[in-house]
């Protein structure tokens, strides 16, 4: 799989398909509307994100990060064209027209909308808040200023900010000192040791969910990604929170966890249509089913390492 696809001809493709198939899978009023599709995405999500502290904070912060991580699962990676309209059609079933994803009034951007999220998420110094939910919901947030810098309204950058604080201390151990991730602006290396550390979780973890492993993919991927785009320094100032979360992980099950029966096996993978169509019409939950996905797709590219990709692979029937 390629993994990063331009996104114009995204675009273009996913106008076409719209508009081959007889039963729509957005409701658009224009040709133009369906051209900017992906970006539908991009905005109900920040919209989620900035809308979540004024209900569930944590569960409606996933759900708004889920739809830019799916935006970008899509655009990055060389997808099946029925997956992505399975994948928008998902998102119309079940929260694209709540309360959570309506409109904010147009406004003129923020100009340092990305700073002021990224002062939120450093406001919490060392601290691992809440399995490093901060840090990912604030890489979602700046991600989509960034794509779509109209988007970054006062009311919806101060909704943003206000969610980065929202998080609680979680489980914030003193790191293990044997914990030495690689800079995250080194992305190769620091895509590599994220990877290691989820294939141990996996493992560890076998029968008791995927959570630790899931979570070990997108917060280190977020940090990764701060790093890439320009925000090395609210990157590296989570590097003491993401040590203590991967100090948590390796500690494996702890006595009185519950038991979860885990997936069954499958050879199908998020990039194809039957993935998704077999998951059902409102098995999103809180959206894990895309966070885990990206951050696996965009960590597997970085880390360029054939023999770890297919260690992964083998075992991403767990996760996925």
Request: glycine share 6%; with cysteine.
């Amino acid at each position: 799989m390629s993994h990063f696809c331009d996104r114009r001809e995204f675009a273009t493709r996913m106008a076409a398909l719209l508009a081959s198939v007889s039963v729509p899978v957005f409701e658009f009023a224009s040709a133009e509307q369906a051209a900017n599709a992906p970006q539908r995405l991009v905005r109900l999500g920040i919209n989620a994100l900035a809308r979540a502290p004024e209900l569930n904070y944590f569960n409606d912060g996933h759900r708004g990060a889920a739809m830019i991580s799916a935006h970008m699962m899509c655009t990055d990676n060389e997808f099946d064209d029925a997956a992505v309209a399975r994948i928008g059609q998902l998102f119309d079933l079940n929260w694209a027209n709540s309360k959570l994803c309506q409109p904010y009034p147009d406004g003129d951007p923020v100009p340092d909308a990305a700073a002021q999220v990224g002062k939120a998420l450093a406001a919490g110094g060392t601290l691992l808040r809440q399995v490093g939910h901060d840090a990912i919901f604030a890489m979602h947030a700046i991600k989509a200023f960034e794509m779509m810098p109209e988007l970054a309204t006062p009311e919806r950058t101060a909704g943003v900010c206000r969610l980065i604080r929202s998080f609680k201390p979680w489980r914030d151990v003193e790191p293990d000192p044997e914990v030495d991730p690689p800079p995250f602006a080194e992305s190769a290396a620091a895509a590599r040791f994220v990877l290691q550390e989820a294939s141990e979780a996996i493992d560890r973890f076998a029968g008791y969910g995927q959570g630790f492993a899931g979570h070990m993919l997108t917060f280190g991927q977020s940090l990764i990604e701060l790093a890439d785009s320009g925000h090395e320094e609210y990157a590296e100032g989570c590097r003491t929170a993401f040590c203590k979360y991967v100090t948590v992980t390796r500690q494996g099950p702890q006595p009185g966890d519950r038991k979860i029966a885990p997936h069954r096996p499958s050879e199908l993978r998020p990039e194809v249509a039957e993935y998704w169509n077999k998951r059902g019409d409102h098995t999103l939950g809180l959206g894990h089913v895309f966070k885990y996905p990206y951050a696996y797709y965009d960590l597997v590219a970085r880390a360029d390492d054939a023999e770890l990709a297919e260690k992964l692979d083998a075992k991403a029937w767990r996760i996925f």
